[in-house]
């Protein structure tokens, strides 16, 4: 029976004619490199979505995240603040950057950075003369973290925030667009994520000299001369002008993508939520999200071993969910690294399921997710 349907996927790349006639114009304009004219209109298209001064359209979230930390001044053997609930990709980048992770627990309503938590890491580690070098608030799943707070925390100690909103364009915190806040912010369009280049990034800030410095590291570091001079390490980091086409297409489509997102979780709410013991996660007071991945929470206490017997139960009906991520405290590449946990990021893993949430799934289909959680449940 599983076989006669497609699979349901968590959030699969919807791409339409619009793509389609944004990329085979970049593809018979010739410019097939990473340069060229789509490429400066997707930067500058990005900035107007977001209200944010530059855009550095890059190869990866993960590229721009590592040199967002390069922009910022993190050297190697520096440590970064880093919340333990996040994809691997944002401690990673600061590996890449020489640096050393310092993972903090999350606060249980966005799911973020616990803002009580990182004052006092940072009240402690100032008093040792021991200052992070950055910090990375990461907005998961489409929810912001509590800037008003962190901001006001970070600036406190001169510390600069670099914010890793890869899962969060399209999404707000007091008013101002996700990616926006601290220093510098980073979007990511992989293939799984609210809009998708197939694979890429892009690095904003309002501050002109970092949006350089980020761009020329990302070509190879050349120098203005007709020969190729080198005065620093370079990268091969900068987004293909036939990709940054696509991201054109996604863009001019994303407020559509994004009501469907909102209008699934909505759906999952309305079926899911008056079950005792389940919540669906929605939107911090702080902000509306984006609805990225809709998350779903389970009180263990009254339905033990939840997500995994429905993410069992799902996968036998050839319908993809997911655990949250996994902290990275608990992850063994980084056994080593210094943590400050308050508990939370571990029930938020024991605790919590991603559904099928992308612009693709139907409304019948999130009725069949919910009958099948139903019948797990059996409330
Ligand atoms: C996807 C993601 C990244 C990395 O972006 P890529 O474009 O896949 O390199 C970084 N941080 C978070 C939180 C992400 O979800």
Redesign the pocket.
Known sequence: MSSMRERIYLSSPQVTETEIDYVTAALRSGWVAPLGPDVDAFEAEMCAYTGIGHAVALS??????HLGLLALGVNPGDDVIVPTL??A??AF?VHHAGARPVFLDAEEQSWNLDPQLLDEVLTARAAAGRLPAAVIP???FGRTCDYAAIVEIAAKFAVPILE?A??ALGSACNGVSAGAFGEAG?F???GN?VMTTS???MFMTDDSALASKVRYWSTQAREPLPWYEHKEIGYNYRLSNVLAALGRGQLSRLDEMIKRRIANRAQYDLALGSIDGVSVVMDPPWGPGNAWLTNIRFDSALHPGAPEAIRLALEELNIESRPVWKPMHQQPVFADAECHLTGAADRIFADGLCLPSGPNVTEADIALVCETMVGVLHP
């Open positions: 990866s979230g993960t590229a721009a995240i996040t994809f990709a944002t980048a990461v907005d998961l890793d890869a899962e980073v990511s369009f992989n994520k694979g890429g990034g």
